[in-house]
């Protein structure tokens, strides 16, 4: 046998997680397809950018999770899962690696929306490196790094679709207050308190602590077994 | 000829010893480990495809150790847990791609290649491209079986192979663990004595984390020896000697019942001692 592993197909990855995979799909589809359709024709283009960060990106970012948790259901969840925790594979490259290939696609998604909704209702407006891409993308990252290292601790994805869930509309409901920056929904539902500078390198710093932590406790297979 | 070494492993958890200095000795072929439910065959089964640390004593084959090694074991390892209930949203045949890769299978054409090959050797070939979350219990294990031999690894462990399977299911399964058996070492944990009767040449007795060796399965059922008794009885007498001795088994003929007694003495003078099976030796062995 060879001993070189390397990750599996990301086509694999989709097909396996079934239905839960076009779930945000759909959503943010629906969100950019309301936003298209409730503001065509606004005039309000000084507020526009607001609008479309808020109706698109309130359910965009958070939904990345759903992708994330059904990445790590056969490794952590399911009967028989001792027979993957056995197999040769690497932990990096079955688990991190996964993860942030996963959240690049989503981005990758969320921008080509984004940007089309950009271009649709504001036309000439000029994305800005902070405010427009790097705030959305450690935002989806913050919530990809959560849901991995929920769901090694949990290993219960119902348990940590309901955690999330909650978390979000917490967030959501007090706009952030208690969270000392630890905001991710500063790009779309911003906290006037907050600088975004700020939040943006919080969201870094949790989103790659939040990493390190899971891809530790995703190489410790006596853990996973539990 | 390599023989998989067990030496004086031990495992607990929590005040609760699963495994209690297990030593073990086994070369290739089939090799049955039987114990009642809770003995630690489970425990034992983990503590060897590495998912388990044990707390003592170690294990080698060749020039792998458990301890030093789990990577290199991993790569000569097949493992097939009681359930295998994984990638329920893909076909058989991509499950096998996909466990391929994390073996390490990187070359395309010869994963495929063996994957159609491990398919039809345990008969899913028709049923290859079909969800595996609409499969049947049988054929979720062959799945399995075929997972555990990908990368044709040196040693296979199967643990509680056939539980819940019906009759024909495991027939066809013992039938794939015999045809793979050669040239590897095949580790199976049951409960179930048929399995170990039907497929095991040699086979280790465990309960409460205690293992014993048997080289043949015929010196565990000399553990019987003497304690076997065939006797004759009508058949109302049948019904009043079964809550009396312990009856093992009975055959009911035209006008009368013969039972299998197992006793330390005979039970009666019409008794005759027999020789006594494997289920007989383990329930004896078990007894003690």
Not at chain 1, 54 to 77: A, K, Y
Not at chain 1, 205 to 224: C, D, P, R, T
Not at chain 2, 88 to 109: A, F, H, P, Q, T
Not at chain 2, 183 to 204: K, M, N, P, Q
Request: with cysteine; aromatic share 10%; proline share 4%.
């Amino acid at each position: 046998m060879e001993s070189k592993v390397k990750m599996p197909s990301l086509r694999l990855d989709i097909r396996n997680m079934g239905g839960l995979f076009y779930l945000p799909f759909i959503m943010m589809l629906i969100s950019a397809a309301y936003v298209t359709i409730h503001y065509s024709g606004y005039n309000d283009n000084q507020n526009m950018l607001k609008y479309i960060r808020h109706d698109f990106g309130v359910l965009s970012i958070p939904l990345v999770s759903i992708w994330i948790i059904g990445l790590f259901q056969d490794f952590v969840e399911t009967k028989g899962k001792e027979a993957i925790l056995a197999l040769p594979y690497s932990s990096t490259h079955s688990g991190i690696m996964r993860v942030l290939r996963m959240s690049l696609l989503y981005v990758v998604i969320f921008f080509i929306l984004f940007v089309f909704l950009v271009i649709r209702l504001l036309p000439g407006h000029q994305l800005i490196l902070l405010s427009d891409i790097c705030l959305p993308v450690l935002s989806v990252l913050y919530f990809a790094a959560l849901s991995f290292l929920l769901m090694m601790i949990v290993k219960n994805s119902i348990v940590c679709y309901i955690i999330i869930g909650v978390y979000s509309i917490f967030l959501y409901m007090t706009r952030g207050a208690f969270t000392f920056g630890l905001y991710p929904f500063q790009w779309c539902f911003p906290q006037p308190n907050f600088d975004e500078l700020r939040c943006t390198v919080i969201l870094l710093i949790a989103s790659v602590i939040g990493l390190y932590i899971s891809q530790k406790i995703f190489q410790n297979k006596e853990f996973l077994l539990k | 000829m390599d023989r998989l070494v067990i030496d004086h492993v031990s495992k607990h958890f929590g005040k609760t010893a699963a495994l209690q200095s297990v030593s073990l000795q086994i070369g290739h072929g089939l090799f049955g480990l039987l114990g009642p439910n809770g003995a630690g065959k489970t425990t034992f089964m983990r503590v060897l495809a590495t998912l388990l640390a044990p707390d003592s004593g170690s294990m080698r084959y060749k020039d792998i150790q458990w301890g030093k090694q789990p990577e290199r074991v991993r790569n000569i390892l097949g493992y097939l847990p009681q359930n295998f209930n994984v990638f329920k949203n893909i076909s058989g045949y991509e499950c096998l791609d996909y466990i391929g890769v994390l073996k390490g299978l990187r070359d395309k054409k010869q994963r495929r290649a063996q994957i159609e090959t491990l398919l039809e050797r345990v008969n899913l070939t028709a049923e290859a491209h079909k969800k595996t979350g609409h499969y049947s219990g049988g054929m979720k294990r062959r799945l399995g079986i075929a997972q555990a031999l990908l990368g044709n690894p040196e040693i296979i462990i199967v643990d509680e192979p056939t539980a819940g399977l019906d009759p024909e299911e495991r027939i066809r399964f013992r039938n794939v663990l015999r045809e793979v058996a050669a040239g590897r070492i095949i580790v199976l944990s049951t409960h179930i004595v048929e399995d170990i009767e039907a497929t095991c040449s040699s086979v280790a007795v465990i309960k409460k984390g205690i293992a014993t060796q048997f080289d043949s399965l015929s010196k565990l059922a000399q553990e019987a020896a003497g304690h076997v008794w065939l006797w004759k009885v009508r058949p109302e007498q049948a019904v009043d000697l079964q809550s009396k001795v312990n009856v093992i088994s009975s055959t009911t003929t035209e006008d009368h019942v013969e039972l299998r007694v197992l006793a330390k003495e005979s039970p009666s003078r019409e008794a005759i001692p027999v020789s006594p099976t494997l289920e007989e030796g383990y329930l004896i062995w078990n007894q003690r």
